[in-house]
């Protein structure tokens, strides 16, 4: 399934208004697995879950597979890591602590390994937390030592976890990795490829169908009243003066064979003149009061692409007036081949962008205008075709005189009839035979540009799909660059507040999109946004600090910084506002203002495939975002204000006791 929607939404939440400026949900099944799946199959997917930041789905894949009889050092150590992922140890239930100190147990029956390594080391980590720093030296000497895989997945996938002095002796070399993977892969060159909706399939416009059958079953009738009649004619002529006759026969059958030949090329093959080649006006297929938004948007984009696509020596205001006439019929035959689809003119463009290059290579080569031209007919061919059908006239005059000529026994009544069946009939039969010629003609020359046009389309809607395949980020690559804006946006707020990890109770941030974007995913993972609002929240024994920024995702800038600092005692109160057709809000309630909205997300119900479950997909939107703690962590304060503080500071931890 690939969807795209053009269409602009706007939600008002006090000071925020939302904007989709264009979604896609690209087809990908990367993420599904078939309920017989083999338990390598469901592992390896949920790896894949793990590593794109969908911790949440990948907890069941792995658990699943684990149930199933698949077990190793590798297997519960992707376990462990998604039971962590995006999670403090206080977001643990007891279950999954026991679990947990379940699993600790059985790191000794593996056999050795890098994998059954870093399980260890991971669990030596869980048991440090609440531990003075200068106590977790031989755990920290332990991680490093590790092999670049696990150490880094312990590294990201641990972030909430590890708080406090463990997380200072740590953080330097989060922040390394970050500012060294933040624009790698060439980020800012392949970001909009993500965002890109899929090209919807080529089309052209195929022939009219051929209204040739009327005149073609009147033509017999025609042409044998034509026969009679001037045989009769003739015959009359003969009989009064045979050797005059016979000349004028002669003249007559060579004036209309030349009339035929030089008619056909005018009558028989001339049509209404197209603008550019092969490119013709569509029929409308039902009437239309006014020109849609999507026609409009189909023009607008026509403008756009012809005025960057110039040929030399042409200005852009130029160009598109030279060519206003080809931009019009092209605009109407996309218009009208894809209104029906109900798509965003977004998934046309490539086909657009196509039309307006070869427009300009056309112009370029001398070929923009042909069609016109070879539609039109030499001055040659007009004046012999009249000078034809003049000779024509006066010959057949010259033989009904002649019949009239007859001093034995004239028959002037029976001339006169054939003279008027053989020009009636005549005429007739020559305007159903060339309307039958042009049609044909027609129908010829329309369903040869149609594969020809068709052809040429495909050809550039597989390069562009193609194109689009290399460039667009995979949701690993996404995920990473992501995960470090992230980490460097901390990094910057502990700075400008100086504040160290030892500082911290503990900290959250909320990913959320901006007032207007491009949204993508792929299906059963999370929307990912063209432009973020990026909200952390540092939570200290004076109280929160919450700093939010807006992101643009393509290069990494940022604006329209905002900061807060309240006491514990001011937050009041959390809300959720979950719609949906609207969207997901958090609601703060200040003591000592009013009540503030964040917007999390927008409503995703329309974007679902028909195999997509919506509360799924909204949990791990909102697992994506942070919200689900971040809401723990702001729900728990409200209600508690400074006993919060009291039973999760880092130094009031519960150990955790590794199974012996």
């Known amino acids: 399934m690939n969807q795209s929607n053009g269409a602009a939404y706007s939600s008002a939440a006090y000071d925020s208004t ?81 679990g947990l100190h379940h699993t600790s147990g059985l790191v000794r029956t593996y056999a050795d390994g890098e994998w059954k390594e870093a399980l260890r080391v991971t669990f030596d980590l869980l048991g440090v937390l609440s531990t003075a720093s200068g106590e977790t030296g031989p755990v920290l000497k332990q991680l490093q030592d590790l092999p670049l895989r696990q150490h880094n997945a312990i590294l990201r996938h641990l972030d909430l976890m590890l708080t406090g002095g463990l997380k200072d002796d740590l953080w330097a070399e989060t922040l390394e990795r970050a500012r060294a993977e933040r624009f790698g892969n060439d980020r800012a060159r392949r970001v909009w490829a993500y965002f890109e909706p899929a090209p919807i399939g080529a089309r052209a416009m195929p022939p009219r169908p051929s209204t040739a059958a009327a005149a073609r079953a009147a033509l017999p009738v025609r042409t044998i009243l034509f026969v009679v009649s001037s045989v009769l004619l003739w015959a009359l002529a003969l009989t009064a003066e045979p050797a005059q006759a016979s000349i004028e026969l002669l003249v007559a059958l060579g004036a209309g064979l030349t009339a035929s030949r030089f008619g056909l090329r005018w009558w028989g093959r001339e049509a209404r003149p197209s603008l550019a080649a092969g490119a013709r006006i569509p029929h409308p297929r039902g009437p239309v009061a006014a020109e849609d938004g999507f026609t409009s948007r189909v023009r607008h984009a026509f403008d756009h692409y012809f005025s960057v696509r110039t040929p030399y020596g042409f200005t852009p205001g130029a160009w598109l007036t030279h060519t206003a006439q080809v931009r019009s019929s092209l605009a109407a035959e996309i218009a009208d081949l894809y209104r029906e689809s109900r798509i965003g003119v977004e998934r046309v463009t490539w086909l657009i962008r196509h039309l307006a290059e070869d427009a300009r290579n056309r112009h370029n080569n001398g070929t923009l205008f042909d069609q016109y031209r070879q539609d039109q007919t030499p001055v040659r061919t007009k004046a012999l075709s009249v000078v034809a059908l003049a000779a024509l006239g006066a010959a057949v005059l010259a033989v009904f005189g002649t019949a009239l000529s007859d001093a034995a026994e004239p028959q002037p009544l029976w001339a006169f009839l054939a003279l008027l069946g053989t020009v009636w009939s005549g005429c007739a039969a020559t305007f159903r035979w060339l309307e039958v010629r042009r049609e044909e003609h027609r129908l010829a020359r329309e369903t040869r540009n149609y594969h020809e046009q068709l052809t040429a389309r495909q050809v550039a809607h597989q390069q562009w799909q193609s194109f689009l395949d290399t460039m667009r980020p995979s949701e690993r690559e996404m995920e990473t660059w992501l ?43 999370p929307w990912r946004y063209s432009h973020y609002v990026f909200r952390v929240f540092l939570f200290t024994q004076n109280g929160i600090r919450e700093i939010s920024s807006e992101f643009n995702f393509s290069d990494a800038t940022r604006k329209n910084e905002q900061r807060s600092n309240y006491r514990f005692d001011a937050l009041s109160s959390v809300q959720v506002a979950d719609n949906v057709n609207v969207g ?5 309630v200040l003591t000592n203002g009013p009540a503030r909205k964040i917007r999390v997300k927008d409503a995703d119900a329309h974007q679902l495939a028909p195999d997509e479950n919506s509360q799924e997909i909204s949990e791990i939107n909102l697992s994506s975002a942070g919200s689900t703690h971040t809401f723990r962590l702001l729900e728990g304060i409200a209600a508690d204000g400074k006993g919060w503080i009291e039973r999760h500071g880092p130094n009031n931890l519960t150990p955790f006791q590794i199974a012996g």
Request: glycine share 6%; proline share 3%.
């Open 18 to 98: 939302i904007g989709i400026q264009a979604e896609t949900v690209h087809n990908s099944t990367v993420y599904f697995v078939h309920p017989d799946a083999s338990p390598q199959e469901k592992y390896r997917v949920g790896v894949r879950l793990l590593e794109d930041g969908i911790p949440s789905r990948a907890r069941g894949m792995l658990a699943d597979a684990l149930a199933h009889g698949y077990d190793g050092a590798e297997v519960r150590f992707h376990w462990v890591l998604a039971m962590l992922s995006a999670r403090t140890y206080h977001d643990l239930s007891t279950e999954e602590v026991q």
């Open 483 to 525: 995960t470090c804006d992230k980490t460097v946006f901390v990094d910057e707020v502990l700075r400008h507040h100086r504040l160290t990890w030892r500082d911290l109770i503990t900290h959250t941030i909320l990913v959320a999109p901006a007032t207007s974007y491009k949204r993508g995913r792929i299906r059963g993972g």
């Open 584 to 588: 997901y809000d958090l609601e703060l």
